[in-house]
């Protein structure tokens, strides 16, 4: 009940304020880039983006059908070199390590589209991202170039925000930034941290399962990809209401650094990942960044 006072009182503050407008703009970035149409079954249509990947060099590192449903697929992707950027940047900029390719099957034919790495950057990585952005640019162009062998389109879409929006994001006054995480769990070590939740995961605790990790010993970081199942909370609940066609932004992350494990909060993720909501979605979702965070709770304890 609290939570979803709170959230009434936000979206009553919204409608006091000017939306934010995504006017064409050379400037602003979409948060999705649609690549073209297969007709072809989807295992071949992932086979294709998989050849594509690797022979620019990417590591597929997870994959899987969000709310188990055989016309969704989402693969997970990512590089030394990108890896190497993110991890300079001490503030969770390794959750911008991954980049997703996603999959809708529709009509009979599958839609292929692509979270747009720059957007991912300038969000997660902040002004940390003009640091970096030859390199970043290069991962970038690599990952474009990968997929011109699936389609040329390249149309973005998702609404569209400025770079220097982005580093500082928020939906709205009173709505979470980037630098407002969720702490879900503090352990006595980082390995026990990285036991911990891993035996959570194999135990598919919260109704959940790993899509991907990525660990760098050597740091103390884990990122971790995992699938919301619970079929009244999770991603079967949220993803009709709040759009399908952007499905290159699950599965849903938290990242352990050090002995402390957090997660984006959901008031922040998902309106950055679905910057066109309507206030009727958003009402309509107005427990799931609760629910997200019960089911990482879960997740994360000891």
Sequence with gaps: MKRLIQFVVTAMLLLSFTAISYAENGNELAPYLKIGELSVSMDEAIQKVKDALTSKDFEIIGEYHPESKAGLYVIAYTRDDLQKITLKVKDRGALASVLKIGFVQKDGKIAVSMLNPPFLFYAYLMDETDKYLGDLTAVSNDAKAAMRSIGTGFTPFGGGIEPDELKDYHYMMMMPYFTDPVDLNEYD???????????????????????????????????????????????????????????????????????????????????????????????KISSTPGDVEDAMELVTED
């Design 189 to 283: 070590s980082f390995e026990e941290g990285l036991s911990v939740i891993r035996k959570n995961l194999d135990a598919g605790k919260g109704k959940t399962k790993k899509v991907y990790e990525l660990v760098f010993p050597g740091k103390e970081i884990a990122v971790f990809g995992i699938a919301l199942l619970d079929p009244e909370d999770g991603e079967g609940h949220f993803l009709p209401i709040i759009g399908e066609d952007n499905i290159a932004a699950m599965p849903y992350e938290l990242i352990l650094q050090g002995k402390e494990v957090t997660m984006l909060h959901g008031k922040y993720r998902f309106a950055l990942l679905w910057p066109e909501l309507t206030m009727g979605q958003f009402m």
